[in-house]
C-alpha cells in the first residue's frame, strides 16, 4: 500500500464529500428549475455556497462556483477589467500563464514577495492594475504578507487577488480581515472532488464573465451548475474547517521529519525553514541526489512525494518557484515536496524518513553523512 505524503498535489476525497457527492447523484432537478426537483437541487447549491464562504469568513453571496482553482484565476485575471497585472514569480502557473503581458514581482530567497519592488512597480504607471499575491505557496508552503500587500495596493488604487488553493484548510482565513477584493479556492485540495472551485469576490466587485451563455451565478458563470462537484466541495469545506486544529499535528510531524532529515545528512537543505510556512509541507534537498531518480525510487519503495509542482505532462522540469528564490540548478533540480494531509500519520512520516535516509544513501559519498 502506498503512503501518499503529495497532499499539496491532491487530497484524497474525504468521506462526507464522497457521501455528499454521492446523495447529489440522485437528485434530478438542474438548479435553474422552477419546479420541486430543481429547488431540491437549487438548495443543495445553496447549501454549500454557505458552507465554502463559512470555511474562509466570507459571505455567501461572495463565493462564485468555477471548474477548480485554475478556472477562477482565469476568471480574475481575464475578467477583473484591469489592462496591468502585477504578481509574484512564485505564483502558480495557473496564474502565471493566464496572460502574457504579466509582471513579475521579485521575491527573496526565501520566495516572500519583495515589498519594495512592489511599491516601485505600482508607482510605475498609473492605469488600473490587478495585484495577485498566493497565500501559500504549492512547493515550500511559504506564506505571503498579503495583508501587507493590500495596504500598499490600495494606496496605488489597485485590485487585490489570492489565489488561496493551498492555504485553504491548512490556516485559518479570513476573507474580510484579509481584505483582498478576490480570492481563489479549490476542492480537491481540502479533501473535495477535482474539477470544482470558487472565485470568491468582495461584496460589490465586478467581473466580468469569461464562459459566456447561460446567467448561472448570477451571471458570472454560465453553465449548469456541477451539483455533485459542489456538494462534495461543501461538505470538504465544513470537514476541513473541522480539521483545522489537526494541523497543529501535522506541523509537529513535519517537523520532526525535517530534523531527522538533517541529522542524517549534513548538507541537507530545508527551505524556507525560518518562515512563516504551512503546516503541512516541506522541501528539502540533499545536493547531487536529482529528484527524478529519488522519486522513482521512493514510488518503488511505496511513497508518493513529489517534486514541487505536479506537472501535467509527469515529467519534472526546474522550479520556476526555486529559480525565482536564487536557487542554484543543481541544488533545484535535488529537490522533493513533502506534503502532509488529513489522512497522514507520524508512523507514515517514520517510514518515509527511513525509505528517503537509505535511498539518498546510496546516492551520495559516504564522507558526506553527518555524523
Ligand atoms: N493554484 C495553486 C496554488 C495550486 O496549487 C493549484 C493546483 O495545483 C491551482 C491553483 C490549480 O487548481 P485546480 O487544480 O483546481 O485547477
Same mark, same amino acid.
Given at each position: 500500500?502506498?503512503?501518499?505524503?503529495?497532499?499539496?498535489?491532491?487530497?484524497?476525497? /474525504?468521506?462526507?464529500?464522497?457521501?455528499?457527492?454521492?446523495?447529489?447523484?440522485?437528485?434530478?432537478?438542474?438548479?435553474?428549475?422552477?419546479?420541486?426537483?430543481?429547488?431540491?437541487?437549487?438548495? $443543495?447549491?445553496? !447549501?454549500?455556497?454557505? &458552507?465554502?464562504?463559512?470555511?474562509?469568513?466570507?459571505?455567501?453571496?461572495?463565493?462564485?462556483?468555477?471548474?477548480?482553482?485554475?478556472?477562477?484565476?482565469?476568471?480574475?485575471?481575464?475578467?477583473?477589467?484591469?489592462?496591468?497585472?502585477?504578481?509574484?514569480?512564485?505564483?502558480?502557473?495557473?496564474?502565471?500563464?493566464?496572460?502574457? #503581458?504579466?509582471?513579475?514581482?521579485?521575491?527573496?530567497?526565501?520566495?516572500?514577495? #519583495?515589498?519594495?519592488?512592489?511599491?516601485?512597480?505600482? &508607482?510605475?504607471?498609473?492605469?488600473? @492594475?490587478?495585484?495577485?499575491?498566493?497565500?501559500?505557496?504549492?512547493?515550500?508552503?511559504?506564506? &505571503?504578507? $498579503?495583508?501587507?500587500?493590500?495596504?500598499?495596493?490600495?494606496?496605488?488604487?489597485?485590485?487585490?487577488?489570492?489565489?488561496?488553493?493551498?492555504?485553504?484548510?491548512?490556516?485559518?482565513? !479570513?476573507?474580510?480581515?484579509?481584505?483582498?477584493?478576490?480570492?481563489?479556492?479549490?476542492?480537491? +485540495?481540502?479533501?473535495?472532488?477535482?474539477?470544482?472551485?470558487?472565485?470568491?469576490? +468582495?461584496?460589490?466587485?465586478?467581473?466580468?464573465?469569461?464562459?459566456?451563455?447561460?446567467?448561472?451565478?448570477?451571471?458570472? %458563470?454560465?453553465?449548469? *451548475?456541477?451539483?455533485?462537484?459542489?456538494?462534495?466541495?461543501?461538505?470538504? =469545506?465544513?470537514?476541513? %474547517? =473541522?480539521?483545522?486544529?489537526?494541523?497543529? /499535528?501535522?506541523?509537529?510531524?513535519?517537523?520532526?521529519?525535517?530534523?531527522?532529515?538533517?541529522?542524517?545528512?549534513?548538507?541537507?537543505?530545508?527551505?524556507?525553514?525560518?518562515?512563516?510556512?504551512?503546516?503541512?509541507?516541506?522541501?528539502?534537498?540533499?545536493?547531487?541526489?536529482?529528484? *527524478?531518480?529519488?522519486?522513482?525510487?521512493?514510488?518503488?519503495?511505496?511513497?508518493?512525494?513529489?517534486?514541487?509542482?505536479?506537472? @501535467?505532462?509527469?515529467?519534472?522540469?526546474?522550479?520556476?518557484?526555486?529559480?525565482?528564490?536564487?536557487?542554484?540548478?543543481?541544488?533545484?533540480?535535488?529537490?522533493?515536496?513533502?506534503?502532509?494531509?488529513?489522512?497522514?500519520? =507520524?508512523? *507514515?512520516?517514520?517510514?518515509?524518513?527511513?525509505?528517503?535516509?537509505?535511498?539518498? %544513501? +546510496?546516492?551520495?559519498?559516504? @564522507? *558526506?553523512?553527518?555524523?
Amino acid at each position: 500500500m502506498t503512503v501518499y505524503l503529495d497532499h499539496n498535489a491532491t487530497t484524497p476525497v /474525504r468521506p462526507e464529500a464522497r457521501a455528499a457527492v454521492m446523495a447529489a447523484l440522485d437528485l434530478e432537478g438542474n438548479a435553474s428549475s422552477v419546479h420541486q426537483a430543481g429547488r431540491n437541487a437549487k438548495r $443543495v447549491l445553496e !447549501d454549500a455556497r454557505d &458552507q465554502v464562504a463559512r470555511l474562509v469568513r466570507a459571505k455567501s453571496g461572495e463565493v462564485t462556483f468555477t471548474a477548480g482553482g485554475t478556472e477562477a484565476n482565469n476568471l480574475v485575471l481575464k475578467g477583473a477589467g484591469v489592462s496591468r497585472v502585477l504578481a509574484s514569480a512564485v505564483e502558480h502557473s495557473a496564474v502565471l500563464k493566464v496572460r502574457d #503581458d504579466i509582471d513579475l514581482i521579485p521575491v527573496d530567497g526565501n520566495g516572500i514577495v #519583495d515589498l519594495g519592488a512592489l511599491e516601485q512597480m505600482l &508607482q510605475q504607471g498609473d492605469v488600473p @492594475s490587478l495585484v495577485s499575491v498566493m497565500l501559500a505557496n504549492n512547493e515550500t508552503g511559504v506564506l &505571503q504578507p $498579503v495583508k501587507d500587500v493590500v495596504a500598499l495596493a490600495r494606496r496605488y488604487g489597485a485590485l487585490v487577488h489570492t489565489d488561496a488553493v493551498q492555504a485553504a484548510g491548512k490556516i485559518d482565513i !479570513d476573507f474580510k480581515d484579509l481584505d483582498v477584493d478576490f480570492l481563489t479556492l479549490s476542492a480537491h +485540495k481540502i479533501g473535495g472532488p477535482a474539477g470544482v472551485g470558487a472565485l470568491v469576490m +468582495k461584496d460589490g466587485t465586478d467581473i466580468q464573465c469569461q464562459i459566456a451563455g447561460g446567467g448561472q451565478e448570477r451571471g458570472r %458563470r454560465a453553465g449548469t *451548475e456541477n451539483i455533485p462537484g459542489i456538494a462534495g466541495f461543501g461538505a470538504a =469545506a465544513v470537514a476541513a %474547517r =473541522a480539521g483545522l486544529e489537526d494541523f497543529a /499535528r501535522l506541523a509537529q510531524i513535519r517537523d520532526g521529519l525535517e530534523k531527522k532529515a538533517r541529522a542524517a545528512f549534513a548538507d541537507c537543505v530545508v527551505f524556507a525553514e525560518g518562515v512563516n510556512r504551512l503546516p503541512n509541507t516541506s522541501a528539502i534537498a540533499v545536493a547531487g541526489v536529482a529528484n *527524478e531518480t529519488l522519486l522513482m525510487a521512493l514510488d518503488l519503495d511505496g511513497f508518493a512525494v513529489s517534486a514541487g509542482s505536479a506537472c @501535467s505532462s509527469g515529467k519534472v522540469s526546474v522550479s520556476h518557484v526555486l529559480e525565482a528564490m536564487g536557487v542554484a540548478k543543481s541544488l533545484s533540480t535535488a529537490t522533493i515536496r513533502i506534503s502532509l494531509g488529513w489522512t497522514s500519520t =507520524a508512523d *507514515e512520516a517514520e517510514e518515509f524518513i527511513k525509505a528517503w535516509i537509505s535511498q539518498v %544513501r +546510496k546516492k551520495v559519498p559516504a @564522507s *558526506e553523512f553527518a555524523a
